[in-house]
């Protein structure tokens, strides 16, 4: 048996790893863990708060549109009054028609004049008599013009000698709304007193003339316009030009013609298109000229003409001018024209077929 001494001595010198045995080695794995998806949570669902109705409030009465206006037209107030008038007229109602003739008799001359006006627009045969008592003895020359006006909406050709005795109104205006409301009704009765008209000293009572006889239309006055043709008034020769045109008497060929190299180029579209309804077209190249002209309303206006009277040729220089024309509203004006030319050439070889 070794000495006691040695064992111990064995036992002291042993390395301490050897005295415990190490754990084994852990085995690491190169496969990647995968990580359990998360559940899907549905959100919650919300609950929309119950709300209460609306409470709409009680509906205000409408006032009747008519019963204001007779309201007013009895108001003890002037304008109120002529308000009422004028609402009363647009309203068009039949039952307001004798509330509009008591108020011809207004004491207040612009509700009169409203009153008269409106009978006129409304076309109430009944009110003829009235109209006419007010062009001839109200003291208002404003109430005589409208009534002179009232006369042509009402169209009754047996106005003709009271409008004939107003174109003697020493106001200008009565004048001349009876000098239009003559030609609108195309009354006859009313020509020697227009072509009377036609030598008044104001430019303007000519004007109106000259053109009131074209709309008669009675070759009566048609060596009357081609004297007109020579007036100092630029003005005076368009409206007689127009009116030849519209008579429609080729003895006016010669003037017309002449009145192509007018220094006024409302004179030279009006002769353009007299012609071409006289069955001329050597107006038509001046009228075509003017698509070139510097002033943008003189290009719309001559294919206005060019519209209404022109002819292939015509439609080329309509083509031409949209291409050079710089001026927005100007260039859909003359598109316009054209279309319309077009419209127009269409309709008349369709004719002819």
């Known amino acids: 048996m070794a000495p006691l001494a040695l064992v111990l001595t ?60 007779m309201s007013r037209i009895k108001a003890t107030d002037s304008a109120t009054r002529r308000m009422g008038v ?38 109430v045969a009944g009110s003829t008599g009235t109209v006419v008592a007010a062009l001839a003895q109200d003291p208002s020359g404003q109430v005589r013009q409208s009534a002179a006006v009232a006369l042509a909406y009402l169209n ?71 004297g007109a043709m020579k007036d100092e008034d630029a003005f005076v020769r368009q409206e007689a030009a127009r009116g030849l045109g519209q008579m429609g008497d080729a003895k006016a060929k010669d003037v017309l013609k002449a009145a192509l190299a007018d220094t006024a180029k409302g004179v030279v579209l009006n002769a353009a298109t007299a012609l071409s309804r006289l069955g001329d077209s050597s107006g038509l190249k001046a009228a075509g000229a003017m698509l070139k002209d510097a002033d943008a309303q003189t290009r719309q206006q001559a294919s206005a003409v060019l519209a209404d009277v022109g002819d292939m040729d015509s439609l080329e220089a309509l083509n031409i001018a949209i291409q050079a024309e ?28």
Request: net charge positive; no cysteine.
């Open 10 to 69: 064995v036992l002291l010198t042993v390395p301490a790893s050897a005295q415990t045995p190490a754990p084994a080695a852990v085995k690491t794995s190169t496969t990647p863990v995968k990580k359990k998806a998360a559940a899907k949570t549905t959100p919650a669902k919300a609950t929309p708060a119950k709300s209460e109705p609306a409470k709409t409030a009680p509906a205000i009465p409408q006032a009747d549109p008519f019963t204001t206006a």
């Open 86 to 123: 004028e609402d009363l007229a647009r309203l068009r109602d039949p039952r307001g028609i004798p509330a509009l003739q008591a108020a011809a008799a207004d004491a207040d001359a612009y509700v009169r004049a409203a009153a008269v006006n409106s009978l006129g627009l409304l076309r």
């Open 156 to 226: 009754n050709p047996g106005t003709a000698p009271a409008l004939v005795a107003a174109l003697k109104d020493a106001e200008p205006g009565v004048r001349f709304a009876a000098a239009r409301s003559l030609g609108a009704l195309r009354s006859k009765e009313g020509g020697p007193a227009l072509l009377a008209a036609l030598k008044d000293a104001d430019p303007g009572m000519r004007r109106t003339a000259a053109a009131a006889l074209g709309q008669i239309g009675d070759p009566a006055a048609a060596d009357a316009l081609i």
């Open 326 to 353: 710089k001026d927005p509203s100007t260039k859909q004006s003359l598109e316009f024209s054209r279309q319309r030319l077009k419209i127009r050439i269409e309709q008349q070889k369709a004719t002819k077929k």
